[in-house]
């Protein structure tokens, strides 16, 4: 069992239950997430039999880095082996100010988004905890700026499929004791898990939600999101504004613009109208070509026209370039190279 599956309080009930002090628990910790140290016996301050107990009992790394690569923007992928010989991925992102991690919360994904390569290769299994730690701590000692400063769940599968082992290691992510990122710079980014944001609503945590939705019509994102025939728009929307209510937190829907799919001018009066009432922010993203899929940007005019339209009816619009797009830095793309 790698140690990073324990929170604080469970890794002090196991210490005191070996007849160790429990402030020896805070000290695992600062060497694990503060130190960020490979092995048990490099952490020095800790009694020599306590040690070798860790070592007998517990795995300190459970990735293994099987490539990088690095955009000519500075974006850095990061594809990983599970002890089961899966792969997942992970993307460090610099930007002024600020270097965003996007990690993965499952080994391939069941949805099978029609703009997603994370589903191409199929679904594994969900990550634990621990694997989705590490993806962080990899992120934040291996980039080249060696800096971590927000979070997105925005890599390989589903993070409300696999909501116990987000949240727990969410909370770690946050801790003071752990990388100490506030929660207001980690997001959940959701195909539209009903059940998952209604869950979310109740956990009293202020992390940022984000609605993917890149489509305002059930036949468009039937196609696009198959998902949405389990959870259509009508109810998503419904549960997006419920939660809002609830924890009083902006949610921001993402929409992917894809050449002759969801780019024209109607749609973007459909997706406007959708919105109206609803305090949100929207991220455009011109689609990240996926040759497997079919999927291409629409014209940068084009996308610069449906942005205006939106503005104009008064959506909230952020238009986000795509990163690293000479890296297979969409979502699943180096995974499904390397697994060919």
């Known amino acids: 069992m790698d140690i990073k599956n324990l929170d604080l309080k469970e890794l002090e009930e196991i210490i005191i239950s070996w007849g160790f002090k429990p402030f020896c628990a805070g000290q695992i910790f600062d060497w694990i997430y503060k130190k960020s140290v490979s092995e048990f016996a490099q952490m020095s301050n800790l009694p020599l039999d306590l ?105 390989t599968g589903e993070p409300l499929d696999n909501y116990d082992n987000v949240l727990a290691a969410i909370r770690l992510i946050n801790s003071p004791r752990g990388l100490g990122i506030g929660a207001r710079r980690i997001t959940i980014s959701t195909c539209g898990i009903i059940p998952g944001i209604e869950r979310l609503a109740q956990e009293k945590l202020q992390v940022e939600l984000s609605v993917s939705l890149h489509a305002a019509d059930n036949a468009t994102r039937d196609k696009l999101m198959p998902v949405n025939k389990k959870y259509p728009l009508a109810q998503l929307i419904r549960s997006c504004r419920d939660y809002v209510k609830k924890t009083h937190r ?41 040759r497997e899929l079919g999927i291409l940007p ?43």
């Not at 460090?92 to 191409?120: E, L, W």
């Open 250 to 290: 902006q949610v921001t829907f993402e929409y992917i613009l894809a050449k002759d799919i969801n780019s024209s001018l109607p749609d973007a009066r459909g997706f406007a109208i959708m919105l109206k009432g609803f305090d949100c922010k929207v991220n455009l993203i011109p689609a990240n070509p996926i």
């Open 51 to 155: 040690r070798k107990r860790l070592n007998e009992n517990y795995a300190l790394s459970c990735l293994k880095l099987a490539q990088k690569q690095r955009s000519k923007d500075k974006t850095e992928k990061f594809l990983f082996q599970l002890f089961d010989k899966n792969f997942i991925e992970a993307v460090s992102i610099p930007a002024k100010g600020r270097v965003t991690g996007c990690i993965s919360s499952q080994a391939g994904c069941k949805f099978n988004c029609g703009f997603c390569a994370s589903g191409q290769a199929g679904f594994k299994r969900s990550l634990e905890r621990s694997e989705i730690i590490e993806q962080a701590l990899y992120l934040k000692n291996l980039s080249a700026v060696k800096k971590l400063t927000h979070i997105v769940f925005m890599g």
């Open 298 to 340: 629409p014209a940068a005019s084009q996308v610069k026209i449906f942005q205006n339209a939106l503005i104009r009816l008064g959506v909230k619009v952020t238009l986000r370039q795509a990163r690293g797009a000479d890296i297979d830095a969409a979502c699943g793309q180096l995974r499904l190279k390397y697994e060919k």
